[in-house]
């Protein structure tokens, strides 16, 4: 099969948070020709055309409200002269750097990723432009100065030949009639990828340069790669990559035969089901009665330092009443007044104190230390010493008591805690009794097979380790052969070039010739004098398609972009070889104002007809993606996805589960 050369769109993918959108671009594993995105009005048809320029390198991505709250990153599958690779770039504040590695979304290469920046040099744009045979090409600032500065292309510049959005459909500056330097810029681009610019044998020179420097060094790269893999692990630079691991087939079957082992080891001992109930019946008792004895064992540890702090309590409480057989008797021969001697000590007379004259209940006639205050009543307050006794006498046997059960408890328990761990140890040896003869005729295959599993797995390891070398000098040797033919190609060009002003002629005149057919299989109203001016600026009927009317402008821009691409397409120039067209229909019946007189004129379905016909021809060499409301039945096979901005008739749109009813609920 023909390998296609340039760019070809895969799928998209929006990731969020814990889900994913997607949009894909094949059948049965290849690039359809056709595409289309069909659908309601703002449902997101327009956002992935716009989601997939972006993961080409285009500055912004759509800004929806949806999209911002649900999309985190968006991933772009793509075939770089068929081979797949992946770009990431994140959404939000749009990125400055693409991730690019290969492989398919879903089944990526071993290799991480590579970070490279958007603009030249040694970016996103450098390598999608090196696929397009466009790498290192120069742009002047003023073309008809030879001496003018230069800047290089980029392929956003390449962008307005393989994108055409909705608003520069049937728009009157289509071709930056109000943006001289980008309408300049737009004749270059043209030019470049026809091959027909000014100074091309001296731009050629100086690519073919630039590119023989790169190529001498992805060579000293590659040999550098296979020097230090040959030091790392010489047989990775003599065994096949692609070839199957034995490994793998190895460690399936060992995974297989332990579980035939297990389930036979099983099978043979069910005869002991019996036995396995009554020890696991005798470890549920042992545990239990385990549990009483810990439990006892705490309360009694708790119980002990109580009962020696109630016994102390009682030890203070005696001294305290006995504080006053301690002291001797009050003797107060002086008076703490005066000083001077007491005819006689204090007593009570009268029920009063001699000495303050306080009253007393009845009492001896003398007063010793606190005798008057223990005959009143005691104040608010003041301890009852004889009453805390009986109280912590009280508890103390309360206490005694229940450490005295607790230890009789816990001899109990520890006799039938030790019966039971016997029962267990008995359940126990009787299980081992029974099954060990059934079970050991297992254990040494079980153990052998899990030894051979180990070494499986270690050159399993060492497999994918080798794998990763040989990816890594596959890449740089791909990088070599690529270089060697593009710098192939250059030459080829460079040696057959003509006159440049003779070749655009050429050129304008076929794309002039393809634009004038378009117009009449579209059955474009009294079409004559369809031309492509040398400036590109589309006429038809003597006049620049400024003077047209809406409707007709769309047919005209459509029928310019088209026959560029297509003659590029044929004539295998340097076009990525796809094409993203949104809102064909425009002014014809959807959105804007409707022109009656071409609506009338021309109809949808000889639009999709000629592309029909047209990549029919073409087999892998170009891919068309359309965004339109309602194409024809005709080409019904070719719609990817329809959205329908309708819940009962899923996918509702882009973001699919951001619903009227959901925007209702938030």
């Known amino acids: 099969m023909q390998i296609p050369q340039g ?47 972006y993961g080409l390198g285009a500055k912004r991505h759509p800004r929806h409200q949806e999209i911002l709250s649900k999309v985190r990153s968006c991933l772009l599958e793509v075939e770089l002269s068929g081979d797949p690779y992946v770009i990431e770039r994140s959404v939000g504040e749009p990125s400055k750097i693409a991730y690019i590695r290969g492989g398919t979304i879903d089944a990526p290469s071993l290799t991480p990723p590579e970070a490279r920046r958007l603009d030249p040099p040694e970016s996103l744009s450098s390598l999608l432009l090196s696929h397009c045979k466009l790498e290192g090409v120069q742009l002047r600032e003023a073309p008809t100065q030879s001496e003018s500065r230069t800047d290089p292309l980029s392929f956003r510049d390449l962008m307005w030949l393989t994108f055409l959005p909705n608003e520069r459909v049937a728009d009157k ?56 893999v040959a030091e790392q692990d010489p047989s990775a630079l003599n065994t096949d990559p692609t070839a199957s691991n034995p490994a793998e087939q190895e460690l399936a079957d060992i995974t297989a035969q332990l579980a035939q082992i297990d389930q036979h080891a099983r099978a043979a001992t069910d005869f002991a089901a019996g036995l396995r109930h009554s020890h696991q019946e005798a470890a549920k008792q042992a545990r239990r009665t385990a549990a009483v004895v810990r439990d006892h064992e705490t309360q009694l540890a708790r119980m002990m330092p109580l009962r020696a702090q109630y016994v102390d309590d009682l030890l203070k409480l005696g001294m305290l009443a006995q504080a006053k057989q301690l002291f001797d008797p009050l003797r107060v021969t002086t008076c703490p007044a005066c000083l001077n001697r007491l005819p006689a000590p204090p007593a009570a007379e009268a029920g009063h104190c001699t000495l303050c004259a306080h009253e007393l209940q009845p009492t001896a006639s003398t007063l010793t230390l606190g005798e008057a205050a223990q005959l009143s009543a005691p104040p608010e307050g003041q301890l009852d010493v004889a009453a805390e006794v009986r109280a912590t006498k009280a508890r103390l046997k309360e206490i005694t008591a229940y450490i005295e059960d607790l230890g009789t408890s816990l001899s109990h328990g520890k006799l039938q805690a030790e019966q039971a761990r016997l029962v267990e140890e008995r359940a126990a040896a009787a299980l081992d009794e029974a099954t060990a003869p059934a079970v050991s005729t297992y254990l040494a295959a079980r153990d052998e097979l899990h030894r051979q599993r180990e070494q ?81 600026t589309p006429f038809v009927r003597g006049e620049s398609y400024h003077e047209a009317s809406s409707g007709a402008r769309t047919l005209l821009t459509l029928a310019w972009q088209l026959a560029v691409f297509e003659i590029a397409v044929e004539s295998g120039a340097a076009h990525p070889g796809f094409l993203m067209i949104d809102s064909p229909q425009k002014n014809l019946g959807h959105g804007g104002t409707l022109d009656a007189v071409i609506a009338d004129a021309v109809s949808i379905s000889d639009f999709y007809d000629h592309l029909a016909a047209w990549l029919g021809d073409r087999g892998v060499r170009a891919q068309l993606i359309v965004a339109d409301n309602s194409p024809p039945l005709t080409v019904e096979d070719c719609v990817v996805v329809r959205y329908s901005r309708s819940e009962d008739h899923p996918p509702y749109g882009l973001i699919d589960d951001e619903t009227e009813s959901a925007d209702t609920r938030t």
Do not use: C
């Not at 671009?25 to 320029?53: C, M, P």
């Not at 027909?196 to 790669?225: C, M, P, T, W």
């Open 7 to 53: 760019i070809r769109i895969r799928r998209l993918r929006l990731a969020g948070v814990g889900r994913t959108y997607d949009v894909d671009f094949t059948a049965g594993g290849q690039v359809r020709n056709l595409s289309l995105v069909a659908g309601a009005f703002s449902s997101g048809k327009t956002a992935v055309l716009e989601f997939i320029a």
């Open 173 to 228: 500056n289509f071709l930056f009639e109000n943006d001289r330097m980008r309408k300049h810029k737009l004749r270059q681009v043209v030019d470049v990828i026809f091959g027909v610019h000014d100074d091309r044998a001296v731009e050629l020179g100086n690519r073919i340069q630039a590119l023989e420097s790169r190529r001498n060094h992805a060579k000293n790269d590659l040999s550098a790669a296979r020097a230090f």
């Open 456 to 536: 499986a797995l270690r050159r399993l390891e060492q497999a994918r380790s080798t794998a990763k070398l040989q990816e890594g000098i596959a890449k740089r040797a791909t990088a070599v052969a690529r270089l060697e033919g593009q710098l192939t190609q250059l030459r080829e060009e460079l040696s057959s070039l003509g006159d440049a002003t003779r070749d655009r002629d050429a050129v304008i005149g076929r794309v002039s010739a393809r634009y004038g057919e378009l117009l009449r299989a579209w059955h474009y109203p009294k079409v004559s004098l369809p031309r492509i001016g040398e400036d590109l």
